[in-house]
């Protein structure tokens, strides 16, 4: 059999052979550190026996598909840590995810913070023992059987929604076995000693709420020690930016019982929040956008024709009007395409670009509700572009560079996936090809580098998702663009072409936030709160030095408030240094300093968040100075820590 590598050598061997024993033929290194095999693509475990020609690519835990192998065996070690500790536990799922990996178990008596870390230091046992893990099936009735002696009614339940036919596959190490697809490391050995037991939080089994709670050990792992040091510290940097924390320390949003998912946006978070839009509007504008606004209630049929009712139900909240069902709008395409379809459209009139603001209600596990960054209702930046075929890829590059000021402008890098078609789909296999070869087409003359998620489009149409990396290396999916020939189709769109005849106009939709709330919930992370001034709720804060020189202060005030900047005045009866320690901790740009001097000279002492003291200016100069850095959106860079800026004026 001919077996062709990555980089397009070919090894000839006469009889079949495993991956891991190719892997040796290649490198005893190579065979050390590989994880999994990818057989014509597709992820096999390194015990699969080659018995034809084939491409094969070792993968390392440098490779994704390496490290969630390497996570899913610290998953099952972790898993039979728990059961030598806690026999009487049930199990349940222990998948490999983003960040690390995870178990649900259900104890017989609850599992505490202070119970993690017996768990860890019993996998180090584990994987000091070097137990080989090793693969066998058993037929489905065998296989329930197998995990009924077991007394694991979970796994049971699993294996009864396989097919009847269906061969289960196991792994086992020592003592412990469990119900897997794999792939899995050769020896609980090769988990390494780069993991770590992160947090506990409650899971409905099947992330169903009407389940029973279980509870989920989160854990991570890594190939080496310093790449969990530096996982941990990003954590750590995290914690301190949490947005839920900061957006009550800054003022900008709160939660509440009565409405969870439905965010409350305070004074200072609709300042932010509308010094967004308003900057949505203007490169809106800039490129040939019209803004409009749709319902948020609508009739059923209107769901039914766009194909929402039968693709998103169980994610819509409905509602019965003159005993007539209505769904409060999940998303705003279909109100877009209404817009499109209110008069005769000629192809003189296309592209047409309507963007909306769009405030949308989509029925959110509580489980899943996360601060602004999984909510319940959110205000989403639409566009909904209508386009001749010609004009696709023009339109997706307009798009594309759009994004890609917005994220510019934030200092987020990004890199982008190209979504294919998904199982639950609808539309002709011609459509879905066209529609997929047009993104490519796009995203290969702009020079995208992009990776293809298969599978993960739209039920109408395949998508490109921009994921942005924040400040400390997390990503997070926002932009996207989705190409579309289904709606079009489905509600009869037409415009008249230059032959005179009728023609189906295409449709891309597209966010450049994506929700905005959760958006907001990004940048509060990836800037500490500490906003680019042109962002800043408030931009100035000013600060007498004691109450006689409060006048001068409500001067200064008045004539940032003319000149369009946001200040405040401070006008407590406080220490000056007590003033500035908390401007700091409010995260505020600019802070003026007020007193005798000031007020005799017509000036202002200026500290920032940037670099400590900056001396004394007239108010005109400090004036032209900021308006200047709220104009170009520029983000100043921290010259000095905050400590150090407070040093400084000691």
Known sequence: MKVTLKDGTAKVYESPMAIIDIAKDLSEGLARMACVGEVDGETADLRTVIDRDCSLNILTAKDEKGLAALRHSASHVMAQAVKRLYPEVKLAIGPSIADGFYYDIDPAEPITAEDLPKIEAEMKKIIKEALPIKRFTLPRAEAIAFMEEKGEPYKVELIRDLPEDAQISFYEQGEFTDLCAGPHLMSTKDVGKAYKITSLAGAYWRGDEHNKMLTRIYATAFSKKEELDAYITMMEEAKKRDHRKLGRELGLFMMHEAGPGFPFFLPKGMVLKNTLLDYWREIHKKAGYVEIATPIILNRSLWETSGHWDHYKNNMYTTVIDETDYAVKPMNCPGGVLVYASEPRSYRDLPLRMGELGLVHRHEKSGQLHGLMRVRCFTQDDAHIFMTPEQIKEEIKGVA?????????????????????????????????????????????????????????????????????????????????????????????????????????????????????????????HFAGAFPTWLAPVQVKILPISDKYAGYGQKVLAQLDEAGIRAELDTRSEKIGYKIREAQTQKIPYMLVVGQKEEAEGCVSVRSRFAGDEGASSLADFIAKIQEEIRTKTIRKMEVSEEGAEGKKK
């Open 401 to 525: 560079g759009l994004i890609n000021e917005v994220y510019s402008l934030f200092g987020f890098k990004y890199h982008v996936e190209l979504s294919t078609r998904p199982e639950d789909s609808m539309g002709s296999d011609e459509d879905w090809e066209m529609a997929t070869e047009g993104l490519r087409q796009a995203l290969d003359e702009l020079g995208l580098d992009y990776v293809v998620n298969e599978g993960d489009g739209a039920f109408y149409g395949p998508k490109i998702d921009f994921h942005l990396e924040d400040s400390i290396g997390r990503t997070w999916q926002c932009g996207t663009i989705q190409l579309d020939f289904q709606l079009p189709q489905r509600f009869e769109l037409e415009y008249i072409g230059a032959d005179g005849e009728k023609h189906r106009p295409i449709m891309i939709h597209r966010v450049a936030f994506g929700s905005i709330e959760r958006f907001i919930g990004i940048l509060i992370e």
